[in-house]
């Protein structure tokens, strides 16, 4: 898993249609965002329907967490620290927010899986994250905010274990007007950028 589509649309409908677009490109996974209308029905019609990894995003409570998982997520995330969301999840994998060191040095040490680094982009993005990385490099860290297909590789560069991308995959004009064409390119864009990514790390 190299690229996470967080789906945080207006309509169920379009956030059924984001994950059938972005799963016939190529990508195995997506988060459907709490802030997306009727969210966990469409989360139980994806895991009945398709094989993606389904996550739950934007969890701010513990209860969130109960919910999301009756509903069949694979994994959770939140922005922030959220008190009580390690022990709700059980064995379920929760990405947890974080934005400064000390931030991430919490939410590690509580028992996140892995760090969603938000909003990457305000502190600088792919060099800020170079920076996290280079004291953090036993901790999964996830910039999720200000990634784009374009800049995917220099985030895995800087040591992101994924990247989350938002709005510059799943383009809520582009989903309106039944634009497939445009959302998967964007996919297709991002997903190649980290495969050569890869291929080069691996042949250094």
Known sequence: ??????????EASLALTAAEWLSEAGIGTAEITLTT??????VRKLRDETDLLIGV???RHADDA???????????VSPGAVAGLIDAAGPVPVLMGALTPTEVTAVHNAGAAGVKVYPASACGGASYL??????FPDITLVPTGGVTPSNVADYLASGAAFVGIGGNLVDVPALRKGDRAAIQAAAREALDAAARFRAGRVGA
């Open 1 to 10: 898993m190299a690229v996470v589509p967080v789906i945080r649309v207006p």
């Open 130 to 135: 170079k920076a996290l990385s280079a004291v």
């Open 66 to 76: 109960r919910r999301a998982i009756d509903a069949g997520a694979h994994y959770l």
């Open 37 to 42: 209308p009727d969210a966990l029905t469409v």
């Open 57 to 59: 995003g934007t969890l």
